[in-house]
């Protein structure tokens, strides 16, 4: 009878241990390598019409174009002087970058716990969308993620660093 108690709660050990991590991993693919596996035809390997430049070299020159939006502590709404930035992004988003998808990752500091957080990034996340949407951008381009706190761009324990991580960042999809 013991050796079945042991084994039956052994065994619910192994069951519950199987639990998933709390930050799911995302494989990052290779857009380069990814189109030189898809076919040799023009369209299929990268290359843009009349341009030695491949769709990744493209699209990561567009990212650098693209500025990120920050926002005050606890805050979503854009600020006034973010608003350059944003004309910037949406002047891009419409030009340079119509035939991409626009990514946008929310950002948050490190205080709050992990879900006001990613709620905020989130909130940020589509009051840049709306802005965007305004200036012109069509609303199906965009999509959004929050990425909370998990995301920093700065680690020190200072408000200006704090303050780096309060933001939207911009990622082009093919």
Do not use: H
Request: aromatic content about 6%; proline content about 2%.
């Amino acid at each position: 009878m013991r050796r079945v108690v042991v084994s039956s709660v052994f065994a619910a050990l192994l069951v519950l241990s199987g639990c998933s991590d709390k930050e799911p991993q995302v494989e990052a693919v290779d857009n380069a390598a990814a189109s030189s596996n898809a076919g040799s035809s023009e369209g299929l390997s990268g290359k843009s019409l009349g341009s030695s430049e491949s769709e990744s070299e493209m699209i990561a020159r567009l990212e650098k174009e693209m500025r990120s939006i920050y926002f005050d502590f606890d805050k979503f709404n854009i600020r006034t002087d973010m608003q350059g930035n944003l004309s910037t992004d949406a002047s891009v988003a419409k030009a340079q970058a119509s035939k991409y998808s626009i990514k946008l990752e929310g950002n948050c500091d490190e205080w709050g716990s992990d879900e006001y957080n990613f709620a905020l990034g989130l909130k940020r996340a589509n009051s840049v969308k709306n802005a965007l949407v305004a200036e012109g951008v069509d609303t199906n381009r965009i999509t959004m993620v929050s990425f909370g706190e998990s995301n920093p761009t700065c680690t020190d324990k200072t408000k200006e660093c704090w303050s780096q991580n309060r933001r939207v960042d911009f990622k082009l999809l093919p």
